[in-house]
């Protein structure tokens, strides 16, 4: 926009409406683009001069309404009131007005060329909103803020009867007070007085710029400069002043303000700095200081005080420009500083000159004030000097000396009491500023004088202080007498002893020192001088040698007055040759040559006898000979020849001087080098042993001379052995070391050595000992039953020793091991008869103590021919033989070697190619089976005697298979106790032929006082042993047991046997009371069956007075709700009658019963105990539902090959799970309940084949 026509102010939280013109009275477009649009966020651009870019011609207000095509004049709209520019400040309420005349198309506000939307509150803009009347389409924004300055119209879009029309474009300007100005230098730099400092404040971020005013201490500063520049936003602005100022020292804590202010705000913003102005303290002043003088020693106060400034003064004390403190303190309320310290007054301080000095930082120099000191101090050292000893008679000269003291010192001198005046004093400037002070003072001694006292006295008049200092004078005269305690001359004494002279001196001052001296040299004794009284004495203590034989010792005695008195002896000494040498004529010598030794016996008191030793052997040597030695001694000079041999190499010939009068002798050696080729040492291993993979040292003892020598050694296989072996190497002593050592190393090893005198080689055995290995002769050894079983195991081992084999059995039962026998590496495990029991795995293990022992399994295969299995249930197969079903035929056989089968049918070899059948075997080890399956099975054709024959090499076997219809079971047989207790039985049996059918177990029992037989069907169905409970301690029970299945029951086990078995006596603990009204028959069941009775209520009591059924038998009461109606034999009915008053059931007989869930295995095994109460295994079936059997598998070969319910369980023999019956899936024979005539067996249908 060119221009802003009117612009009004609206201060912050209030609102302005403004009232646009009316549509007649609308000028002309502004230049430039329009917006229009319906929808909020929509950009549409129209221009001024009528030319448009949309399909349809928007009018701007009626004045243009000649440029456009009308759609009807009495409906086209018009604006009765447009919007201004407005003024707003930042968080006010902005109110534009625009009313609208006919309103008929979509009224919304444009900002800045952005559609804001037709809703009254404006999607994207929550402070945006439209409200008014009708026809009024006011825009408010609360709480103003810089991003709504813009230009906004207002427009309404099309409508079918008008065309759109914008309003003139209004400015919403904005208003923003300056944010609080600050001072854009150091306000924390102090200022110091009288310099110039620019004062900068800024006044950011305001719309329009800030104005801004400076003032110090309340009174505005004039000149300031200000300048604009941009703010921290877009359309704000920031405005700086400068000015330069003064610091006086007035200023200091003073205000410094500045002022920013703009039409927004009515009230400035106001910042207020603290002014601090540094100016310098007014300079010192010293306290204290008014004495003359000052003596050393004492501590002198120094106290200095400056007043003023800012800061306060920093103080400091130096004393002749050096510092001795800085340490101050501040008197804030008296507006000073003051600086104190402790002076030691020392000599050095004097004329010293102290100095206070006070300044801060508005200082320019620092201020003082000065005091020169005077300190008295005395000499610090007074000193005596000349010779204070001196001779009889002559005279002393001697000196004191004061070193400087202030004032100087007067000297006085003092020989014991008596004053010597005739001394001479001569004073010079000395250090600090002092005087030194020398008096000098001569004197001739006399004997008297001998240890009096010299005394200088220095007196100080300053500090009212002597010093003295004194030596005693010492006056010299010579000893008087000397004389010695030795021993006699004419006494020989014997080398090596201790002898002892004594020199005593008397006389003399001061006392004599004694000298000893040996031929004219001075001899320093071990023991000290002593002194007592006027005497003094000193021993020399001699260990006697050959030099002291006539040696004369003699003792001097002397002191400082320089006069000497002597006294002196001879002594007599025994002793042994004082020298041995031993001399050879050859250089070099070998072994077989002779040598000449010559030995020199040096000089002895009396004269030695020589003689001659090597080793253990003693030789006279020749003496050549004798003559007058040192010390008056003789020497004795003798020869030796020898044979000399290798083994004198390194030997010592020793010659020895032997003294007869001392009984004593010395000796010499003389070392033998005999050159020789290397010899092996006889203590030379000829064997070594070591561990595989140890490492293993091949022991070298090997001389020779010269020793270098060189050694080659060879393998076993004569090999050299290089040094790049990886596995041996030579050691610095030719020894050979073997690394990791294997059984391939053993062998003789050959060395072989040489130096430069020969060549010589021997041979070392090397054995390794490792730990065995074992092998089996035969993995696998066959034998025929009956006959001798060899089992050999070989073992590569060192060493072999014997009992170094055992045999083990690996096998689960005891078997009977056979005889062990060893020879050298192998073992031999006999065993004889050999049994079935015999096959299996044996451990041979060898053990030779040498790392772990090692073992290997050998198999014993025992072969016999084949045994087939023959038992009830393998001996009859049943099947429809309505040419449905499949029957399969199985024949299972034990036998080694392999056994193969054969199949005849009623006596005639089978084809077995025969479609009609089908054949395969199994075989897991030495269990073979064969299972025949005939198909589609018809009565005429099938119902026969198939004959299996199992054969191999050994012999054969023979089993007859009845293939017949479905029929009734053959009782069981085996029928037995297992376990009894006070109120239970465990019984066992074994399962006949099942007659095709899925056969059930019944067990009855009575006792003497029972009125009829109780039963007890077993679960699981095919269970082979049962627990029955609740029966009464110490009873006598029968009990037996027959077979049913869909057709029938079969007869009792064992020819209609019965099992008699007394229960035990009830223990105390376990008592049960019996209910009172119970009679004999109601007791039968367990504890758990009472309690389920008890809950049974009515029931169960009109039960118990029930005592019939169909077949006139009386029932075990605790079973009476499954009352057995149907025994199999009596009437056809196949169900169970429920005798309870309150309701009737019908049951389905306990083999109809099928558990949803496999019997668990513990329940499968065969001499397990199954404990159920009777109410539970006769299980109340309400729904009239057949349970299905999952526990039986239909597969046509079971996963494992034995069945440990079978009758011959209790030999050797063990019997598949499954018998012969069983049925391919789909035509399962165990049936259910019959239901219609062609669910019946083919036999009981009456149909013919």
């Not at 400091?316 to 500083?337: C, F, H, I, P």
């Not at 002593?733 to 190393?745: A, F, G, P, Q, Y």
Request: proline share 6%; hydrophobic share 35%.
């Amino acid at each position: 926009m060119d221009e802003v026509p009117l612009t009004f102010h609206i201060p912050v939280n209030h609102t302005v409406e403004l009232t646009g013109t009316s549509a007649g009275e609308q000028t002309g477009s502004t230049a430039g683009e329009r917006t229009t649009g319906s929808t909020a966020g929509e950009r549409t651009t129209v221009s001024t001069a009528g030319e448009r870019t949309g399909t349809r011609d928007h009018p701007r207000g009626s004045g243009r309404e000649a440029d456009r095509v009308p759609c009807g004049a009495q409906a086209q709209q018009a604006f009765r009131s447009e919007p201004r520019n407005l003024t707003v400040s930042m968080g006010a309420t902005a109110v534009l007005k625009c009313e609208v005349l006919r309103a008929s198309g979509t009224v919304q506000w444009v900002k800045d060329g952005l559609l804001l939307g037709p809703q009254s509150s404006l999607p994207g803009f929550p402070r945006y909103s439209m409200f008014g009347k009708r026809g009024q389409y006011h825009l408010k924004i609360e709480n103003a803020q810089l991003e709504d300055e813009a230009p906004y119209e207002c427009q309404a879009g099309p409508s079918e009867t008008s065309d759109a029309i914008i309003s003139n474009i209004a400015w919403v300007i904005m208003q923003i007070p300056p944010s609080k100005p600050f001072f854009a230098m150091d306000t924390t730099a102090a200022w110091v007085a009288g310099k110039t400092y620019v004062v900068t404040c800024v006044a950011p971020d305001a719309k329009p710029e800030a104005q801004i005013t400076l003032y110090k201490d309340g009174v505005k500063l004039t000149g300031v400069e200000s300048s604009i520049t941009s703010g921290s936003k877009d359309k704000l602005q920031s405005t700086r002043a400068e000015i330069t100022v003064t610091a006086v020292r007035s200023d200091d804590g003073r205000p410094l303000e500045c002022r920013a202010v703009n039409v927004a705000i009515s009230r400035p913003v106001v910042t207020t700095v603290t002014m601090s102005v540094y100016y310098p303290p007014e300079p010192p002043l010293i306290l204290g200081l008014n004495r003359d003088g000052v003596k050393a020693g004492r501590v002198l106060v120094l106290e200095c005080v400056s007043n003023g400034g800012n800061p306060r003064a920093n103080m400091q004390w130096t004393k002749d420009g050096e510092l001795l403190s800085k340490t101050w303190e501040e008197d804030v309320v008296a507006q000073k500083s003051r600086i104190i310290f402790r002076l030691m007054i020392t000599p050095a301080d004097n004329q010293a000159e102290l100095c206070c000095e006070s300044f801060n930082m508005a200082s320019q120099s620092p201020l003082s004030a000065t005091h020169k000191l005077t300190v008295f101090f005395d000499p610090a050292e007074l000193t005596l000097s000349g010779s204070f000893d001196a001779i009889e008679g002559q005279e002393l000269s001697l000196s004191c000396y004061a070193t400087s003291s202030n004032p100087p010192v007067h000297i006085r001198w003092w020989l014991g009491y008596k004053e010597l005046n005739n001394s001479v004093v001569i004073i010079e400037e000395g250090d600090n500023g002092g005087m030194t002070t020398m008096s000098n003072v001569t004197h001739r001694v006399s004997r008297e004088d001998n240890g009096l006292k010299l005394t200088c006295e220095a007196f100080n008049k300053g500090t009212r202080f002597s010093k003295i200092t004194a030596e005693k004078i010492s006056v010299y005269y010579p000893p008087q007498r000397i004389w010695l305690d030795a021993p006699p001359e004419d006494v020989p004494l014997r080398a090596g002893a201790k002898a002892t002279l004594t020199c005593h001196s008397t006389g003399g001052n001061p006392a004599a020192t004694l000298t000893w001296f040996k031929n004219g040299k001075e001899v320093t004794p071990e023991q000290r001088q002593t002194s007592s009284n006027m005497a003094v004495a000193r021993e020399l203590t001699l260990v006697l040698t050959a030099s002291d034989n006539m040696a004369t010792y003699r003792c001097d005695a002397k002191n400082k007055a320089k006069q000497t008195i002597s006294a002196d002896t001879k002594l007599l000494v025994h002793f042994t040759a004082v020298s041995m040498k031993i001399t050879a004529e050859q250089e070099e010598l070998r072994r077989g040559q002779i040598l000449t030794l010559e030995c020199l016996s040096g000089s002895s008191n009396p004269k030695a006898d020589v003689s001659w030793t090597l080793g253990p052997v003693s030789f006279q040597g020749v003496e050549q000979t004798v003559k007058k030695d040192v010390f008056d001694g003789i020497s004795v000079h003798s020869t030796l020849s020898l044979n000399v041999s290798s083994q004198h190499n390194n030997q010592k010939v020793i010659c020895q001087s032997y003294n007869p009068e001392l009984a004593e002798g010395t000796s010499t050696f003389y070392q033998l080098t005999v050159l020789y080729p290397p010899e092996f040492r006889p203590e030379q291993p000829t064997e070594v042993q070591v561990v595989e993979d140890d490492t293993a040292t091949i022991q070298l003892l090997v001389s020779a001379n010269p020793e270098e020598l060189s050694c080659f050694w060879r393998d076993p296989k004569h090999m050299l052995v290089k040094e790049e072996d990886l596995h041996c190497r030579q050691l610095d002593d030719h020894s050979l070391e073997i690394r990791n050592v294997t059984r391939k190393h053993a062998g003789v090893y050959t060395v072989k050595c040489e130096n430069d005198e020969g060549v010589n080689q021997t041979s070392i055995m090397l054995d390794v000992r490792y730990s065995p290995s074992v092998r089996a002769e035969k993995p696998s050894v066959f034998v025929n039953l009956g006959g001798t079983a060899d089992l050999i195991c070989v073992a590569d081992a060192n060493p072999i020793i014997s009992d170094m084999f055992s045999w083990k059995w690996l096998g689960e039962e005891e078997v009977e091991m056979g005889e062990e026998s060893q020879e050298d590496e192998s073992s031999l495990l006999t065993i004889l008869d050999v049994t079935r029991a015999h096959a299996g795995l044996y451990q041979c293990t060898a053990n030779n103590g040498m790392g772990l022992p090692a073992s290997v399994d050998v198999k014993l295969v025992v072969q016999f021919q084949p045994q087939l299995q023959k038992g009830a249930q393998w001996r009859k197969v049943a099947s429809r033989g309505d040419g449905t079903a499949t029957a399969e035929l199985v024949c299972q056989a034990e036998g080694v070697p392999r056994v193969d089968f054969s199949w005849e049918k009623n006596g005639r070899l089978m084809d077995l190619e025969n479609p009609r059948y089908e054949h395969d075997i199994v075989r897991e080890g030495s269990f073979h089976i064969s299972t025949l399956r005939v198909v589609n099975v018809s009565a005429g054709l099938d119902y026969a005697i198939f004959s299996c024959t199992a054969h191999n090499s050994l012999g054969e076997d023979k089993l007859d298979i009845q293939l017949v219809s479905t029929n009734h079971p053959d009782p069981p047989s085996s029928f037995g106790q297992v376990s009894v207790t006070h109120d239970s039985v465990t019984l066992e049996w074994i399962p006949g032929f099942d007659g095709g059918l899925r056969q059930r177990f019944r067990i009855r029992y009575h006792w003497r006082q029972s009125a009829s037989s109780l039963y007890v069907d077993v679960v699981p169905s095919d269970a082979a042993n049962f627990t029955v409970t609740g029966l009464q301690p110490d009873t006598t029970y029968s009990f037996s047991i027959n077979a049913l299945n869909a057709i029938g029951e079969s007869g009792y086990a064992d020819d209609n046997a019965v099992l008699t078995i007394t229960t035990k006596e009830r223990p105390e603990i376990e008592e049960v009371p019996l209910d009172k009204d119970s009679d004999a028959g109601a007791g039968e069941g367990s504890v758990v069956d009472r309690q389920k009775n008890e809950e049974d209520g009515s029931s169960q009591s009109t039960v118990r007075n029930s005592n019939k059924y169909e077949s006139r038998e009386k029932i075990n009461t605790t079973a009476q709700r499954t009352l057995l109606i149907d025994s199999g034999s009596e009437t056809d009915s196949n169900v169970y009658e429920s005798y309870a008053a309150e309701e009737s059931h019908r049951h389905y007989p306990a083999g109809d019963f099928k558990s949803s869930l496999s019997p668990l295995p513990e329940e499968r095994r065969g001499l397990d105990v199954l404990h159920l109460p009777m109410n539970h295994i006769y299980e109340d079936v309400r729904d009239e539902r057949v349970y299905q059997d999952t526990g039986r598998s239909s597969l046509p070969f079971p996963p494992v090959l034995f069945d440990p319910r079978s009758p011959q369980q209790k030999s050797d023999w063990s019997s598949p799970i499954y018998p012969q019956g069983v049925v391919r899936a789909g035509h399962h024979m165990d049936v259910q309940r019959p239901q219609r005539d062609y669910d019946l067996p083919f036999e009981l249908r009456g149909e013919l084949v």
